[in-house]
């Protein structure tokens, strides 16, 4: 397939970007014992980008011969040829970048396709099983497993011609606990890029079950949370999540270009010194984060973006059109979610980076707060940093110490403003964002983390359990 995309694009008359993408994905759920899903997918074909009299064209195919993939070709040329005849502003050209070539091999020693249907299947019945056997207060559960593998050949007409190899597991366990017409509920999720044993290596599934369980019976008794603005002391989990749907979203340079709260900010300081925050295809300070994207879709390798260096906004995150605007070089954040989407500007991994604070000396420092850990049933976050997160687990925080649990929190206020009050930053960090997808028009599996993060923040509302 290389060969053959090589091939047409040497042959075009303008820029085109050729994206062949196959991908096999897998799902299975198991509810109170009963296989609910049990199902396999299988998507193949090319995506043609035309870029032509500064607009572009787009077409897909999944007809993998010459002539069909020449037709997808000829169907973007002239659709950017009409969509330039429209436009009122033009593209004036794409970022210079050192273009990808080469292959990038998914980095494991146990693939998925090494283990079969069955085995997970077994797995995921054990899950479920050991949630009901945990505790009598337990009413229901549900364990569930989805998977994605993909292969990629990213070739353009100005020299990216990359293979990539790609795969993509998560679990989930569900405990929903009941007492006198009461019920709570505690999701557990876990997703990594890697193979089997990288997944199982991650977090250990009983401990998954553990965790769901003592939450959801623990969650009967809790008392209501107090409302008001507080020191908090944030999770890893909603630190990325922070990170990623509070703060990510502002500085993707389309939505800056569209109005974000962020476009007057750049080289201005928006949060604490206490707080340098990035985007990266790799995984850094630990193993196998979901973001991770070695090269993105038009063919850019993916490089280490400083979005925020010692509280001072320094960059956006962009593709080559974007990037040309703003003259800066792409760093290889567009991305696809299958070849019949256009890349657009996407996050991979994003995060904060590690400090010098033990946890013990963050909890030392509240007099009376909340320590919180991830993300509740809903959320919510705007182009204006504006938020509101449901947590997962949260425990009243008093004299320096965790005190008693309480339910129905919710965490709300301006991403930057929160990180503005920043005092304290952890010196562990951990991965824990990858089991979901990112939506923007298009999913995409991307990851968020970071260490322990002391703040600022309004606490309110009451909610209970976590979305399945």
């Given amino acids: 397939m290389l060969q053959l995309l090589e091939s047409i694009a040497a042959s075009s008359q303008t820029w085109i970007e050729l ?41 897909s195919t999944s007809d993998l011969t010459r002539d069909g993939i020449e037709r997808a070709v000829d169907i973007a040329q002239s659709t950017a040829k009409a969509s330039a005849a429209a436009k009122r502003k033009r593209i004036e050209r794409l970022a210079d970048a050192d273009l990808a070539r080469g292959t990038f091999p998914l980095e494991t020693d146990d693939p998925l396709d090494a283990h079969s249907l069955e085995e997970k299947l077994a797995l995921i019945q054990q899950l479920d099983a050991k949630v009901r056997e945990s505790s009598p207060l337990i009413v229901s559960s549900e364990a569930s497993y989805a998977e994605m593998v993909d292969e990629k050949v990213i070739v353009t007409s100005d020299g990216a011609a990359a293979v990539l190899h790609d795969a993509k597991p998560a679990v989930r366990v569900l405990a929903i606990a009941g007492r006198d017409g009461k019920q709570t509920r505690s999701l557990e999720t876990l997703g990594i890029t890697g193979g089997w044993s990288e997944l199982l290596g991650a977090k250990s599934p009983d401990a998954m079950v553990e965790n769901a369980v003592r939450h959801a019976v623990d969650q009967l008794d809790a008392a209501p949370a107090t409302g008001g603005v507080f020191q908090v002391i944030l999770d890893p989990e909603l630190v990325g999540i922070l990170a990623h749907e509070a703060i990510g979203h502002t500085v993707e340079a389309d939505f800056v270009l569209g109005g974000a709260v962020t476009a007057d900010k750049l080289n201005q300081r928006v949060a604490s010194d206490l707080v340098t925050m990035c985007d990266f295809g790799g995984s850094v300070y630990g193993p196998n984060a979901v973001g991770l994207l070695p090269v993105d879709d038009e063919g850019v390798p993916n490089e280490r973006t400083v979005i925020i260096e010692d509280g001072v906004l320094r960059a956006f995150l962009h593709n080559r059109e974007t990037a040309a605007h703003y003259r800066v070089p792409p760093k290889g954040n567009a991305r696809a979610y299958t070849y019949r989407d256009e890349p657009i500007i996407r996050m991979s991994n994003t995060y904060i980076e590690p400090g010098e604070s033990t946890l013990e000396e963050m909890l030392a420092g509240i007099q009376d707060g909340y320590f919180l850990r991830g993300l509740g049933q809903s959320g919510q976050a705007d182009s204006n940093a504006e938020f509101m997160f449901g947590v997962h687990e949260a425990w009243r925080v008093r004299d320096g110490k965790k005190a008693e649990l309480v339910r129905g929190v919710t965490i709300s206020g301006n991403a930057f403003d929160t990180l503005q009050s920043v005092d304290a930053v952890g010196d562990t960090f951990s991965w824990e964002y990858g089991a979901g997808f990112c939506g923007k028009g298009q999913p995409a599996k991307v990851d968020g983390g970071g260490p322990y993060v002391r703040c600022k923040l309004t606490v309110g509302g009451e909610q209970e359990g976590r979305d399945a």
């Fill in 19 to 59: 994206r062949y993408h196959a991908r096999r994905s897998k799902r299975l759920v198991v509810r109170n014992g009963l296989v609910e899903e049990s199902s396999s997918a299988e998507l193949t074909g090319v995506g043609v980008r035309a870029f032509v009299d500064g607009a572009f064209g787009f077409a």
